[in-house]
C-alpha cells in the first residue's frame, strides 16, 4: 500500500508570526489524522519555526529547495547538511517554478536529489508539462525526460525514498486543474518510465502526487483515481481551513 501523502506548498508567503499562527489552527483540525502523510513546506525563514512548533504532531515540514554541496562559496543557498541539523527530512527539487524563473537545470535536479538521499532527506521532485508541450503531444516525451534525468546514477535502492509530483505547468495557479483522468494518465506514464529506470518493484512503491490549482472541491474525485498518491497544494495550503479540508477528502 502506498500511504497518500498531502503536501502545502507556502512558496513565499507567510513570515515566522503568521506560518506558527497557521499552525495553531491547523494542527487541531487534523489532530489524529493518521490516514495521509502530511508535509508543509514553509520559506527558509520559517521552516525551523514550523518544525519545532510540529514536534510531537502528525504533521511534518520539509524545505522548498536546497542546494547539493555541504558547505562553499554560494550566497542565498541552503546546504542539506544545514536542513538535517534542523530536524528537515523532506525537500523539494525541481518546482516548476524553479525551472521556468531560476533556471533550475535536469543536472542540478540529479544533483540535489542524490544529495537529498545521501543525507536521509525525502526527495519530492516535481516534473510536468508546459501548454505548449501538451498541445504538440510531447507531454509523455517530456515527462520521460525528467523523470530519466533526475534518476541518472540512483540506483533502484535509493529511489525507495523517492516520491515525484506531477504538476502540469499549465495548472499551476491557473485554476485550471488537470481532469482526474488525464492526471491518471499523466501518473502512469511516470511509474512506467520509473520502472524503467529502476524496477517495477521502485515504480509500484513509489508516491506520485498531483499538483495544479488543487481545491477542496476537487480533491476527492482526484484522490479515486488508483494512480493517484496524494496532492501537492499551493494556495489552498495557506488556508487553515481549506488545507484541512483537503487533508481529510472522502
Known amino acids: 500500500m502506498r500511504k497518500p501523502v498531502i503536501a502545502g506548498n507556502w ?24 490516514r495521509d502523510e502530511i508535509i508543509l513546506f514553509p520559506t527558509m525563514s520559517s521552516l525551523g519555526y514550523v518544525i519545532d512548533a510540529a514536534q510531537g504532531t502528525n504533521v ?18 541552503t546546504s542539506p547538511t544545514m536542513l538535517v541539523s534542523i530536524g528537515c527530512r523532506h525537500v523539494l527539487l525541481g518546482h516548476s517554478e524553479q525551472r521556468l524563473y531560476f533556471n ?14 545521501n543525507h536521509g532527506i525525502t526527495p519530492i521532485v516535481c516534473v510536468g508539462e508546459l501548454l505548449g508541450e501538451r498541445e504538440d503531444g510531447k507531454t509523455e516525451e517530456t515527462l520521460r525526460t525528467q523523470v530519466r534525468s533526475a534518476l541518472r546514477n540512483v540506483s ?23 481532469s482526474p483522468e488525464i492526471a491518471a494518465e499523466a501518473h502512469s506514464i511516470i511509474r512506467h518510465e520509473l520502472a524503467h529506470c529502476c524496477t517495477q518493484q521502485i515504480a509500484d512503491g513509489t508516491r506520485i502526487l498531483y499538483g495544479g490549482s488543487v481545491k ?3 480533491i476527492g474525485s482526484l484522490m479515486k483515481q488508483e494512480e493517484i ?22
Open 229 to 250: 498518491d496524494g496532492a501537492l497544494v499551493g494556495g489552498a495550503s495557506l488556508i487553515p481551513t481549506d488545507f484541512a479540508r483537503i487533508v481529510q477528502y472522502q
Open 11 to 34: 512558496k513565499m508567503y507567510k513570515t515566522p508570526k503568521e506560518s506558527l499562527a497557521f499552525l495553531d489552527a491547523f494542527l487541531p483540525l487534523v489532530e489524529g489524522h493518521t
Open 104 to 117: 533550475e537545470t535536469y543536472e542540478r535536479v540529479n544533483l540535489k536529489l542524490k544529495a537529498a538521499i
Open 216 to 218: 477542496p472541491e476537487n
Open 60 to 77: 511534518r515540514a520539509g524545505a522548498q529547495n536546497m542546494h547539493w554541496l555541504n558547505e562553499g562559496p554560494y550566497t542565498g543557498q
Open 156 to 178: 533502484s535502492n535509493e529511489a525507495r525514498r523517492l516520491i515525484i509530483a506531477y504538476e502540469p505547468i499549465w495548472a499551476i495557479g491557473t485554476g485550471s486543474t488537470a
